[in-house]
């Protein structure tokens, strides 16, 4: 499977971005679906993900309740909804898809393919 990433640009805090995660080559019916995000200086950290079998999400807690993971089977993308931007969560944002399970979902190894990563960038 290969996945494009988009969405990302300059906001200001407090305002929302949708990325997008689209699919193709194959579908994300047999994957669990993960964005990740990485700063300058800093390892890449989970932030959502979701079980295509069943939608089961998963969020970090720096992002619970801020950020919603969904899925749109007819366009085979899945998306990231992110409200309440802090100049916290600027970063390269990546998506992933593999076969993570629950007690791995949070890893980066889990997940066999990645997207190109797209810019959020959180100004104060």
């Known amino acids: 499977v290969q996945l494009q990433a988009s969405g990302g640009g300059l906001v200001q805090a407090g305002d929302s971005l949708r990325l997008s995660c689209a699919a193709s080559?194959?579908?994300?019916?047999?994957?669990?679906t993960g964005w990740f995000r990485q700063a300058p200086g800093k390892e890449r950290e989970f932030v959502a993900a979701?079980?295509?079998?069943?939608?089961?999400?998963y969020y970090a807690d720096s992002v619970k309740g801020r950020f919603t993971i969904s899925r749109d089977s007819a366009k085979n993308t899945v998306y990231l909804q992110m409200n309440s931007l802090k100049p916290e969560d600027t970063a390269v944002y990546y998506c992933?898809?593999?076969?993570?399970?629950?007690?791995?979902?949070?890893?980066?190894?889990?997940?066999?393919?990645w997207g190109q990563g797209t810019q959020v960038t959180v100004s104060s």
């Open positions: 992933a898809a593999g076969q993570a399970i629950v007690s791995t979902i949070r890893w980066p190894s889990a997940y066999r393919a």
């Open positions: 080559g194959s579908t994300f019916s047999s994957y669990t």
């Open positions: 979701i079980r295509w079998s069943g939608g089961s999400t």
